[in-house]
């Protein structure tokens, strides 16, 4: 096992307060007591901890994404002192840091710009589609909306940045999919990461609209139809698109959410701590607090933790569904925040798996038609319909036994957890 990303917090604290946001509006409310930004000494640490992980591992390129709070609240000179210290570990032991940004584009300043084209960080701007959709859930802390702000932190971001800036947005339901696809167009975006709402069992607010009634897949699909008969001039880069194409045709590769492999990625916060993936905050109440710390731990050591392990495996760590699916290997039985429930903790198929399962099936039976013969007898790939994939699922369960790794996926059961 090994870490070869860091999710890194520089900053804890965000300037807006989307009402979605799994660090400030859901059950874990710990960020309070994290230091406002990184302090010089914990970035030291972190750049002794990946150089030492590195080379017990023997990683030359390694990952490190800043991430929200909003990165961009850090004052320009320390950000600068921050790339600058990881970057060091090239020239001193030959490790490759590989950067990228997420940020809410407010803040973005031309004095920004330069310092991320000089150590060529990726940039990938948070915003959900044309103004009245963004604004509904990604305001100020006043109430309101921000597209405005964020429009102007793109053209800035656009003068001034010399590489592409990537798109991340959430799914939002009542937005026309074709009209927010042609809103990112215009705003020059090369690519977009669609994300679904971070929920699990145990938060959904309506079990009816997120699990029902596939208004989810029917979304994303409407917007696959439309993006894979463009011309491949016209159309910018859809990562959850790509990825489940890449899958179906036998990619051994995943994200963290999707296809196979391990996540071997972790999340540093302000103060130094080692944590699992932050979204696991939906689950509860300091969820992902462990005793780990770049100041006394080695990155290696967070793998004692339950739930890294549980993380690390999440595509192959499935629950009984999931192993009779015909997709799962495309799939990865979803997110882990999303297959939370508190009363038999991890061993769920995602809240959304219906959603999954038709949006898997529909791009698998629309590829088929355009790839050779020859490449589909090779891959053992075949059209399934969603509904037939539901009977096999239905027809496979009893066949299903449990497996080991069950009990750790039930041992997050909130009793458990109180118990322990
Ligand atoms: S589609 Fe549903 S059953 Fe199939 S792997 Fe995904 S979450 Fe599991």
Redesign the pocket.
């Given at each position: 096992m090994n870490i070869e990303a860091l999710v890194v917090k520089i900053a804890s604290r965000c300037n807006i307060n989307c009402t979605y946001c799994y660090m400030y509006n859901h059950a874990d409310q710990s960020y309070k007591s994290q230091p406002k930004f990184m302090s010089k000494e914990t970035i030291l640490n972190l750049k002794n901890k990946i150089k030492n992980h590195c080379v017990k591992h023997e990683l030359k390129k390694f990952y490190v994404i800043l991430h929200g709070g909003e990165p961009l609240l850090t004052d320009v000179n320390d950000l600068r002192y921050f790339l600058e210290t990881l970057s060091s570990l090239d020239k001193e032991s030959s490790i490759n840091i590989s950067f990228a940004v997420q940020t809410n584009g407010i803040l973005i300043s031309e004095e920004h710009c330069k310092l991320l084209n000089e150590y060529d960080v990726g940039v990938g701007i948070s915003l959900d589609g044309n103004e009245k959709i963004n604004n509904q859930y990604r305001v100020d802390k006043k109430g309101n909306g921000t597209f405005e702000n964020v429009k102007k932190g793109i053209e800035v971001a656009k003068k001034h940045l010399n590489h592409p800036i990537g798109c991340l947005s959430v799914v939002n339901l009542e937005a026309s999919p074709i009209e927010s696809y042609e809103t990112f167009k215009s705003l020059s975006f090369t690519g977009i990461n669609f994300l679904l709402l971070d929920e699990n069992y145990d938060t959904l607010s309506n079990d009816d609209i997120v699990i029902s009634d596939l208004k989810n897949s029917n979304w994303l699909i409407e917007l696959f139809d439309y993006w894979y008969k463009l011309d491949d001039k016209e159309r910018l880069r859809i990562r959850k698109f790509e990825d489940i194409i890449s899958y179906i045709l036998g990619s051994e590769r995943g994200t963290e959410s999707a296809g196979k492999g391990e996540n071997k990625i972790a999340v540093v916060e302000t103060n130094g701590d080692i944590e699992p993936l932050d979204v696991l905050k939906i689950c509860g109440e300091e969820f992902t607090k462990h005793k780990f710390n770049l100041a006394t731990n080695e990155l290696d050591d967070v793998f004692h933790s339950d739930l890294i392990k549980t993380y690390y495996n999440s595509k192959k760590y499935?629950?009984k569904?999931?192993l009779?699916?015909?997709?799962?290997e495309?799939?990865?039985?979803?997110y882990l925040p999303h297959?939370y429930n508190s009363k038999n903790g991890f061993n769920n198929?995602?809240i959304?798996?219906?959603d999954?399962?038709k949006v898997?099936t529909h791009i698998q039976n629309v590829i088929i038609d355009d790839i050779p013969n020859e490449i589909i007898e090779e891959s053992g790939v075949k059209k399934v319909t969603y509904e037939e994939?539901l009977e096999m699922?239905e027809n496979n369960i009893p066949n299903i036994e449990s497996t080991g790794y069950m009990d750790l996926l039930e041992s997050f059961r909130k009793n458990e957890l109180i118990t322990n």
């Open positions: 499935l629950a569904k999931c009779a699916c015909p997709v799962n495309v799939c990865g039985g979803g297959r198929p995602s959304y798996c219906k999954l399962l898997i994939a699922i």
